[in-house]
């Protein structure tokens, strides 16, 4: 009896912190981390504000979850890229990286919405997923710089900025290029637009 009380306590506890989850995901994304108060969160959860700072500590906690939360599919592809590079083509792995990135994105354009805006609003703090991707990314670019596969007068965190903007600018500025240049906004839009950006990239940064 007691083990299967602790089990129902334990689902009770995971379907509550994933509906709070979920809904400060819904609204953070639409309207950023600032004009979101914790009471409107509790409201539409339907829960109360003690038990969002029970299980996430305060609003920054929640919103570090969210993060993790949102780039967690993604983090797993880019582990299997990073690992690969101990037995696979290293110059398959950049373009695998990059593409990686690319298509996470291009599903979740929110995401990139999400990042300029804590930015803007100067409430960026990285959750632990994020750290662990720029730890391990500018790790993978100062390997393939030692192996030769790129360019080692430009410093890894620099490179890896460089590649990470070029992507999620896009998906904040793409409905502007498009009407500039009377385009229709959309998939062949993105290829022609991540076609260009490895062309540039393989152009910039070739083997030294």
């Not at 639409?30 to 409201?43: D, Q």
């Not at 590079?85 to 690319?102: I, L, M, Q, R, W």
């Amino acid at each position: 009896m007691n083990d299967e009380a602790t089990n129902y306590r334990q689902r009770d506890r995971e379907r509550t912190s994933g509906t709070i989850l979920k809904i400060a995901t819904e609204l953070f994304f639409e309207r950023g981390y600032a004009a979101v108060p914790i009471s409107l969160i509790a409201k539409q959860a339907s829960v109360t504000k003690s038990l969002i700072y029970h299980y996430f500590g305060d609003k920054q906690g929640l919103w570090l979850a969210v993060k993790d939360a949102a780039v967690a599919t993604y983090a797993e592809q880019q582990r299997a890229v990073f690992s690969s590079t101990e037995t696979g083509h290293s110059e398959v792995a950049v373009a695998d990286s990059a593409a990686a990135y690319f298509s996470f994105i291009q599903k979740h354009p929110e995401i990139a919405r999400m990042f300029a805006l804590e930015c803007f609003e100067g409430e960026f703090e990285p959750g632990a997923t994020e750290r662990e991707l720029q730890t391990n990314g500018i790790a993978f670019i100062e390997g393939l710089q030692s192996k030769g596969v790129l360019r080692k007068d430009i410093q890894a965190d620099m490179m890896l900025a460089v590649f990470s903007s070029l992507i999620e600018h896009w998906f904040i500025s793409r409905e502007r290029v498009a009407r500039l240049n009377s385009k229709s906004p959309g998939p062949s839009l993105d290829a022609r637009y991540f076609d260009a950006v490895m062309k540039i990239l393989a152009g910039v940064l070739p083997p030294s």
